[in-house]
């Protein structure tokens, strides 16, 4: 076996610091997250990778923000 499957990590691997050292790297590359994956961001993070003026359109039109229906963000989001 390789060595590094017998080595043990020093350190506690953290995943909402890992993942959110990936986005900002990402956003860099003008990349963005799946909408798909948990989300690790805060608010202005996320709303930063996804323009969010024709979604806000939409929630005002359909009456969408008296809460009986979640944000996108709300409905990933995982921030401790």
């Known amino acids: 076996l390789p060595l590094c499957v017998h080595e043990q990590r020093q350190d506690e ?7 959110r050292h990936v986005v900002k790297e990402l956003v860099k590359m003008d990349g963005f997250q799946m909408l ?4 690790f961001n805060t608010r202005e993070e996320f ?10 359109k939409l929630r005002k039109k359909y009456n969408a923000d008296g809460g009986a229906f979640k944000e996108v963000y709300d409905k990933m989001n995982l921030l401790l």
């Open 13 to 19: 691997f953290d995943m909402k610091k890992t993942m």
């Open 36 to 39: 798909y994956a948990d989300v």
């Open 47 to 56: 709303e930063e990778m996804f323009d969010h003026t024709g979604y806000r």
